[in-house]
């Protein structure tokens, strides 16, 4: 297996997102919310204390930022909706700090969905970064903008550590 094909398989995760619907000229496919269901599942393995979990999930978007790199130009896109590598990540990021229980997973999935599909901006502009930092990093700022979201709605209710 060539070095750009193990990133397009890494990419979309391990495949996941060709389940997805087909696009068929519609602009939703599914397979970002696939991407994030495999990030919440892959969550529960991640340490739960905050320094080695910073350090995992810098690490990831490191990598994942060569690996959907990669890809792209293997797919001859620029943020292709197979990828899906940056939702798990993102969710990552949304979920960075809560409570590993699943009221928090629930409110940090719901919350990055929703940042994710509606692009804010300043974090819509990211995705105009070249290669793979454009692939990830509008994912990353819809995450810190969930984990924001999911601190005030769980703090709110009392759900918080």
């Given at each position: 297996?060539?070095?750009?094909?193990l990133?397009?398989?890494?990419?979309?995760?391990?495949g996941?997102?060709?389940?997805?619907?087909p696009?068929?000229?519609r602009?939703?496919?599914?397979?970002?919310?696939?991407?994030?269901?495999?990030?919440?599942?892959?969550?529960?393995f991640?340490?739960?204390?905050?320094?080695?979990y910073?350090?995992?999930?810098?690490?990831?978007?490191?990598?994942?930022?060569?690996?959907?790199?990669?890809a792209?130009?293997?797919?001859?896109?620029?943020?292709?909706?197979?990828?899906?590598?940056?939702?798990?990540?993102?969710?990552?990021?949304?979920?960075?700090?809560?409570?590993?229980?699943?009221?928090?997973?629930?409110?940090?999935?719901?919350?990055?969905?929703?940042?994710?599909?509606?692009?804010?901006?300043?974090y819509?502009?990211l995705?105009?970064?070249?290669?793979?930092?454009?692939?990830?990093?509008?994912?990353?700022?819809?995450g810190?903008?969930?984990?924001?979201?999911?601190?005030?709605?769980?703090?709110?209710?009392?759900?918080?550590?």
């Amino acid at each position: 297996m060539t070095v750009d094909r193990l990133c397009v398989v890494l990419a979309t995760g391990l495949g996941i997102s060709y389940i997805a619907l087909p696009a068929a000229g519609r602009k939703w496919t599914g397979a970002g919310l696939l991407g994030t269901v495999e990030g919440l599942l892959l969550w529960s393995f991640l340490p739960a204390a905050p320094g080695p979990y910073a350090a995992v999930v810098a690490a990831a978007s490191t990598v994942a930022c060569w690996v959907c790199g990669r890809a792209d130009r293997a797919l001859g896109t620029h943020d292709s909706p197979s990828i899906v590598l940056d939702e798990v990540i993102g969710f990552w990021v949304a979920a960075a700090g809560l409570a590993h229980e699943p009221k928090s997973a629930a409110v940090a999935f719901v919350a990055f969905r929703l940042f994710d599909s509606v692009k804010l901006p300043p974090y819509r502009w990211l995705e105009r970064l070249p290669g793979g930092l454009g692939v990830v990093a509008d994912d990353l700022g819809a995450g810190v903008a969930a984990n924001l979201a999911a601190r005030l709605i769980l703090g709110g209710w009392g759900w918080s550590r």
